[in-house]
């Protein structure tokens, strides 16, 4: 599967931004879709993750209760709504796919990446 990030982006404290990672390829409601993000000096982590069906999500504690994820299997496409952003937000964020049933937060149990895209958000 191809995975295609986009709607990153500078954006004051507080504001919001709405990052979509298109899908192409395999059956996308076969995976399992989670979004990690990387700041610079810092290693890859977790930020969120959504069942095949959508029944199901996991938010990182730094991120929940601001950051949203959602997917339309319809569109191929997941969501992560990222509002009252902080300076400490500030990573290349990555959608990934994991062919498996279980949501998970470890980077490697994931299959396929994107290539990621900018999140600035300025004090």
């Known amino acids: 599967v191809q995975l295609q990030a986009s709607g990153g982006g500078l954006v004051q404290a507080g504001g919001s931004l709405r990052l979509s990672c298109a899908a192409s390829g395999r059956t996308f409601s076969g995976y399992t879709m989670g979004w990690f993000r990387q700041a610079p000096g810092k290693e890859r982590e977790f930020v969120a993750a959504?069942?095949?069906?959508?029944?199901?999500?996991d938010i990182a504690a730094s991120v929940k209760g601001r950051f949203t994820i959602s997917r339309d299997n319809a569109k191929i496409t997941v969501n992560l709504r990222m509002n009252s952003l902080k300076p400490e937000d500030t990573a290349v964020y990555y959608c990934a796919a994991d062919f498996g049933s279980t949501i998970k937060s470890d980077p490697p149990s994931y299959d396929y990446w994107g290539q990621g895209t900018l999140v600035t958000v300025s004090s």
């Open positions: 959504i069942s095949r069906l959508g029944f199901n999500t």
